[in-house]
């Protein structure tokens, strides 16, 4: 039996790393294997690429920042996404190719066709099966990734004008594809959004 792919979205502190353990553990319990991944990153060569992207010093060009993250993204799909679902695993992947469409079409206005004809080049057909939307107003995530302490990567430190473009691309994104794209109130506590999950993933897996 093939895996099933489910992403992982949504502005910047907006919960996914934390949702992501109780998604895997859901996962667990149901017997399924699961393989937990991210991007830009999953693979050593996208784990570069992923330093060059978020370094705090420098300026890179959109259409490069574009481009990195479908470099990464062809060596994640080849050497850990499609082997793992055709293996029967369950890929759990924070953040996929809708973050290009909201952060770099949305947030930097690149022509979204342009992002289409690289996700048709580099994807063929796969998709997303789930994509859970994790959504919180742009200051509050802020406020929560700051919490954490450290310095704000380079895409974070784009400003609140460019993060609140981005969180209106990902809404968009959840309207035109509402089958595909749930929506999570990010803004409860962990245990309020754990069972907010633990409801769509039920009936996701039901219907798997
Ligand atoms: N990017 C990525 C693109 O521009 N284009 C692309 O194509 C791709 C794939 C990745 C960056 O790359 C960009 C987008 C990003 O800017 P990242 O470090 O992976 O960088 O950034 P994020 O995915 O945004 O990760 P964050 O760590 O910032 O956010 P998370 O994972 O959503 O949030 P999380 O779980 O770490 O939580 C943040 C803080 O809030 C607390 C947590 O304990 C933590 O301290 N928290 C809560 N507090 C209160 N109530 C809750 N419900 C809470 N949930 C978590």
Redesign the pocket.
């Known amino acids: 039996m093939s895996g099933r792919f489910i992403t992982l979205e949504?502005?910047?502190?907006?919960?996914?790393?934390?949702?992501m353990e109780f998604l895997q553990e859901y996962l667990a319990t149901t017997g399924r294997p699961v393989c937990r991944t991210?991007?830009?990153g999953g693979t050593e060569l996208g784990e570069r690429i992923r330093e060059l992207?978020?370094a705090p010093e420098g300026e890179i060009d959109p259409r490069t920042?574009l481009l990195l993250?479908f470099a990464a993204r062809q060596q994640h799909l080849a050497e850990v996404i499609e082997p793992a679902l055709a293996a029967g695993s369950w890929v759990l992947c924070?953040?996929?190719?809708d973050?290009?469409y909201a952060?770099?079409g949305g947030g930097h206005g690149i022509d979204p066709q342009r992002i289409a004809a690289l996700e048709d080049w580099v994807q063929g057909s796969r998709r997303p099966d789930l994509t859970l939307l994790?959504d919180l107003p742009v200051r509050m995530g802020l406020q929560?990734?700051s919490?954490?302490g450290g310095h704000a990567?380079r895409?974070?430190a784009q400003g609140e004008a460019f993060l609140e473009r981005v969180h209106q691309a990902y809404l968009e994104i959840a309207r035109r594809e509402p089958g595909r794209v749930r929506v999570v109130d990010?803004t409860?506590?962990?245990a309020v959004?754990r069972r907010q999950l633990q409801v769509l993933m039920d009936e996701f897996v039901g219907a798997s």
């Open positions: 949504g502005g910047e502190g907006a919960g996914k790393s934390t949702s991210r991007e830009p992207l978020l920042e993250m924070d953040r996929f190719t973050a290009s952060y770099q994790f929560r990734a919490s954490r990567d895409i974070e990010a409860g506590t962990p959004v």
